[in-house]
């Protein structure tokens, strides 16, 4: 017989939940945390389901976040097995979001009613009260998900205190390393305009793509800042390059680059967007450019929910965690701005978004019990 947080990760795992489908995931969340106490909300905004659940009144309110939805599988017979289909070989579980991060929210709940079992003195009136918040919109373009649902709770003066997302944060080993921020990311798509005319007569034209040339140069070089303790320096990087008519005699009227920037807490989006701005003037280019603030960069400074993330780790996994800011944005960007305090901890991430997704089949459990760890280490002082 399975273990019930990998049971839990399987049936999460078979629901066909590509974003921003919620497959039926948070019906069957509902059910089980309605069955211990949770008051539970359904959210939806645009096309995207969302739930709020709530056990208790008291502060602090310490809540599991995290996302149903996952990326699409790619070509199915690319698979060893079926992605929807969770399968264990050599102790190993295979599925789409066995990472990323349905062994997460699986292990969301079985740590709450462990915990609740084993804590029969806990009150959630009086002891600070455990909310969960899941979305559907994460991995898409997450404007209806965790940043609506956390103005909703801002709204009514419902505030986070303590927040554990369950973004899978892993390297090496289970619980090796938690995120505590990430970076801010910024992104751009610039067109360089110029004057379309035949290759014969390039006095008559003006040749955008070599103006690229000088451009790309000094933006790949350009030293934004040095970074901090907890973040790297700030870096650009080029993600497409598109012009020309098609044909090769023809001087194309137009460039468009896309470029972003993953930025540290020792810059800010304006001034990112000033320093280009100047760059462009320089080099006597003639351009428009669109902006994309997709992330703010956020730190947790260190305190007690990092303090008991860090000692539950210690307790139950027995290693010596490391705090990293490393890695693409999560939706902890939504909810750090309101003051909570943010970790992020979850499975190891070699295989997230890749064919054959996996994870160790014993990490759901092992999971379970670090969370655990943690409401008691912040519940039951």
Known sequence: MDDPTLALSKKL???????????????????????????????????????WARLGGSQPLIAFAGHTDVVPPGEESNWTSDPFTPTIRDGVLFGRGAADMKSSIAAFITS??????????????????????ITSDEEGPATHGTIKVVETLKNRDEIIDYCIVGEPSSNKALG??????RRGSLGATLEIIGTQGHIAYPHLADNPIHKLGPLIEVLTAMHWDNGNEYFPATTLQISNINSGTGATNVIPGSVQIKF????????????????????????????????????????????????AAIAAIKSKLGIDTEL????????????????TEVVELGPINASIHKIDECIDATEPAKLSTVYRTILQNLLCR
Not at 17 to 29: A, F, H, K, R, Y
Not at 262 to 282: F, G
């Open 260 to 307: 972003n920037l993953r930025y540290s807490t020792e810059t800010s989006a304006p001034q990112i967007e000033s320093a280009v701005a100047k760059i462009l003037e320089s080099l006597n280019i003639d351009y428009k450019i669109d902006w994309v603030l997709s992330g703010l960069p956020f730190l947790t400074s260190k305190g007690e929910l990092i303090e």
């Open 324 to 339: 990293s800011t490393s890695g693409g944005t999560s939706d902890g960007r939504f909810i750090a701005p309101y003051g």
């Open 13 to 51: 795992i078979e629901r066909r939940s590509v974003t921003p489908d919620d497959g039926g995931c948070q019906e069957l969340l509902i059910q089980r945390l309605e069955a211990i106490g949770f008051t539970c909300e359904r959210l939806r905004f645009g096309e995207v389901d969302n739930l």
């Open 176 to 181: 090796d390393t938690i995120k505590i921020g």
């Open 112 to 133: 709450i009613e462990s915990f609740i079992s084993q804590n029969p003195d806990y009150n959630p009136e009086q002891d600070g009260s455990i909310g969960v918040l």
